[in-house]
């Protein structure tokens, strides 16, 4: 298994302003994945980021809102720039199993925005 | 292209009452599904997955699926709710080692 911690936990932002949300795992993975969680709605893909390339977005997502930074293999950042109201969500990093054979995904506790 | 369906966004569930809970999806490859909970201020937890075999499977904390085929289906069952049990509960899917789509998540509140 992995053990995932995000920081902060929790934040409040202003308008206009940008979040840092930085993701560590225990163990060296070669995929990371930042996804978001608005109250209810599904947990939703943002972008896939691998060590020493650029992240791949998913359709919707683009990298001035949402820079990702993958500088080492147990380490990521998401920027949530700019924000606005609608920005506010749970951000979670999130990480496959990496034995193959078991397509499980572990996921950190989730970083609580609140964009006033 | 995947999608999944989770009809009922909470289920309230007396303790010690079944309770089921409903996921259906649609892929056009074979498909790999799974439960996750969230309890309160926590990340996911994987409960429960089909990769293959046996349709039936079964978390050790008492709850099982049944992937259906024909039905295109994945629901979880418990026979008798704890109050630990009041989580969210996440249906999803994936087409193997690929992106995986998620469903919108049933809220179980165990009322005592």
């Known amino acids: 298994s992995a053990v995932i911690s995000q920081k902060p936990s929790r934040d409040i932002c202003q308008r206009g302003t940008s979040l840092t949300i930085q993701c560590q795992v225990d163990s060296q993975v070669t995929m990371m994945f930042w996804y978001r969680q608005q109250p209810g709605q599904s947990l939703t893909l943002i972008a896939t980021?691998?060590?020493?390339?650029?992240?791949?977005?998913e359709s919707g997502f683009v990298i001035d809102k949402f820079p990702i930074s993958r500088p080492n293999l147990t380490f990521s950042t998401l920027t949530v720039s700019n924000l606005s109201p609608e920005d506010s969500s749970i951000y979670l990093c999130s990480v496959r199993n990496p034995d193959r054979s078991s397509y499980e995904q572990y996921f950190g506790p989730g970083t609580r925005l609140t964009v006033t | 292209a995947q999608s999944v369906t989770q009809l009922d966004s909470q289920v309230p569930v007396f303790e010690e009452a079944p309770v089921e809970l409903r996921c259906n999806y649609s892929s056009s490859v074979s498909v790999y599904l799974f439960w996750y909970v969230q309890y309160p201020n926590q990340g996911l937890q994987l409960l429960l997955k089909?990769?293959?075999?046996?349709?039936l499977v079964e978390s050790i904390n008492g709850f099982e699926a049944e992937f259906n085929k024909s039905q295109t289906s994945f629901h979880l069952r418990k026979p008798s709710v704890h109050i630990s049990d009041t989580a969210e509960y996440f249906c999803a899917v994936s087409g193997g080692y690929q992106k995986v789509t998620f469903g919108t998540g049933t809220k179980l509140q165990v009322i005592p």
């Open positions: 089909y990769l293959s075999g046996s349709t």
């Open positions: 980021a691998n060590q020493g390339s650029e992240a791949t977005y």
